[in-house]
């Protein structure tokens, strides 16, 4: 399987260039985020046209998930369990869900496709439910591979975190006055790697970003941040072949502002002698 994610920044705005990488690139499956677009509104024909089955998840013009696969798609999700929400002046629990995580089972992979909060500023109420979003998904993380610690499980997309301090080169993003960077979201980031997840592609692409904002010349000047993320729990880690940041995705004609992240996987590698183990 390859198994890439994007955020496109408007699916609608940019279906043209996004199905054209897929094809081109060979992939599998594509986990997307930020379509910003409801089902109904979702550009389906090209994408069938290609040969992908696709599921979409989005309530307005903001947000919104979807995964386009070319293997058969089952148990479709549109949240994990306990996934908290959030809306303007709602305080306390029981607001509504953002579409913000859609899941499927795709050949014997759990795959999510995650668009995490993006805090805003740290005296924020959406930094605190970008915190209690991540604490969820962790208690997800730990629930599933508690139950099952062989399940091969990938949770892919744009987690408006970067981890470390090699993965900012955005002068404007400063720790102590910024989110993505501040040490809450870092040690929740942390803590789903605890669980049991796994930084599938650093070890292979140790350099690189995935997002330019489109201000002050920031992809000019390769000022950009690491925050898109393929997450794979040690079955899935296991598997995995071969990584690539697609950079050049950034430029052209109204490129988004984030690059896809791919990985290969061969979940039989273990019984061929001549493929390397590279997370044994």
């Not at 970008?130 to 591979?145: C, P, Y």
Request: aromatic share 8%.
């Amino acid at each position: 399987m390859r198994l890439a994610t994007w955020n496109v920044n408007s699916i609608r705005a940019r279906v043209a260039r996004t199905v054209e990488f897929a094809v081109r690139e060979d992939v599998d499956v594509l986990a997307m985020q930020e379509i910003k677009c409801r089902p109904d509104q979702f550009p389906y024909g090209p994408f069938e046209d290609a040969g992908y089955e696709v599921h979409a998840h989005g309530l307005n013009q903001w947000n919104g998930v979807a995964i386009a696969s070319r293997l058969p798609v089952d148990d479709v999700q549109t949240a994990f369990p306990g996934m908290p929400g959030f809306a303007k002046g709602h305080d306390g629990p029981g607001a509504p869900q953002e579409a913000r995580a859609l899941g499927a089972l795709i050949d014997g992979v759990r795959v999510w496709s995650l668009y995490v909060p993006n805090g805003r500023s740290l005296d924020d109420p959406h930094y605190a439910y970008k915190l209690e979003w991540l604490g969820a998904l962790t208690a997800h993380v730990t629930g599933e591979l508690a139950r099952d610690a062989q399940l091969p499980m990938a949770l892919v997309g744009d987690y408006n975190i970067a981890p470390t301090d090699a993965d900012n080169g955005d002068p404007a993003v400063v720790v102590g006055t910024s989110t993505h960077v501040s040490p809450p979201e870092r040690e929740a980031f942390h803590a789903l790697e605890k669980a049991g997840l796994t930084d599938v592609v650093r070890p292979l692409v140790p350099t690189g970003y995935t997002y330019w904002d489109y201000k002050q010349l920031r992809f000019p000047r390769n000022q950009g941040m690491r925050i898109d993320f393929i997450l794979g729990s040690r079955a899935f880690a296991d598997a995995v072949t071969g990584a690539s940041i697609h950079r050049d995705e950034r430029k052209g004609e109204i490129p988004s502002d984030h690059v896809p992240v791919v990985v290969d996987t061969d979940f039989g590698a273990g019984d061929d002698d001549d493929v390397p183990m590279i997370f044994g």
